[in-house]
């Protein structure tokens, strides 16, 4: 069976203009290349046939996501909502999870480097493929060309989730600049955590348009 997903990609969440005057953040610029209509797709197999909704984040997730990743034990900094993709229970507007794609410093000739954070599903919305249909239109934002980078536990279901979409393990100076400090204290606090398996930086590269 196959879940039909609402994709609704709004303006930040907010009622922006698909136009902006002055120099747009790169948040609008991940915005504005999805301001579009909604509009139906659909996901991979899940085993159990429901809909939901993909939205932009609105400042009024915030507090939901705060304690979402504290519980899950990621990084609570770097929160911002208008970077949040969220998907919802459409005809009850409940969250049932969401991600972040934070841009980074870029490091080469105009390309960028972006970081894919804060991938939850919430625990009564798991099994139902919403972490992979968000992460699937995150990374559908990235422009061609550009990196994308993650941390996550060297064992496990979203190590399995991230190859699956195309994701590998960096080794070495491969591992972007901005990541490297961030990966040596999540080593730690995640061994501190009861996960001896340590973690992991994965990365994938935004294929150029046909």
């Given at each position: 069976?196959?879940?039909?997903?609402?994709?609704?990609?709004?303006?930040?969440?907010?009622?922006?203009?698909?136009?902006?005057?002055?120099?747009?953040?790169s948040t609008q610029l991940l915005s504005h290349r999805h301001c579009r209509r909604s509009r139906l797709i659909t996901s991979a197999a899940t085993g159990t046939s429901t809909s939901f909704k993909l939205r932009d984040g609105r400042d009024s997730d915030i507090g939901l996501i705060q304690k979402a990743v504290w519980e899950e034990r990621m990084n609570p900094l770097g929160l911002v909502a208008q970077r949040f993709l969220v998907?919802?229970?459409?005809?009850?507007?409940?969250?049932?999870?969401?991600g972040q794609l934070e841009q980074k410093k870029?490091?080469?000739?105009?390309i960028k480097e972006w970081e894919l954070r804060s991938l939850v599903t919430l625990k009564h919305a798991r099994g139902r493929g919403?972490?992979?249909?968000?992460?699937?239109?995150?990374?559908?934002?990235?422009?061609?060309?550009?990196?994308?980078?993650?941390?996550?536990?060297?064992?496990?279901?979203?190590?399995?989730?991230?190859?699956?979409?195309?994701?590998?393990?960096?080794?070495?100076?491969?591992?972007?600049?901005?990541?490297?400090?961030?990966?040596?204290?999540g080593s730690i606090v995640s061994r501190l955590a009861g996960h001896p398996e340590g973690i992991l930086v994965m990365g994938w590269t935004a294929p150029q348009q046909q």
């Open positions: 069976l196959h879940s039909a997903i609402m994709l609704q990609h709004g303006c930040a969440g907010r009622s922006l203009p698909c136009a902006t005057r002055g120099q747009p953040s998907a919802e229970d459409p005809s009850t507007s409940e969250v049932l999870g969401f870029s490091e080469g000739a105009g919403v972490a992979r249909a968000v992460m699937a239109a995150l990374l559908q934002r990235v422009p061609p060309g550009d990196r994308v980078a993650l941390v996550t536990l060297a064992s496990g279901k979203a190590r399995a989730l991230y190859e699956a979409a195309g994701f590998r393990v960096l080794q070495g100076g491969e591992v972007p600049g901005y990541m490297v400090a961030e990966f040596g204290l």
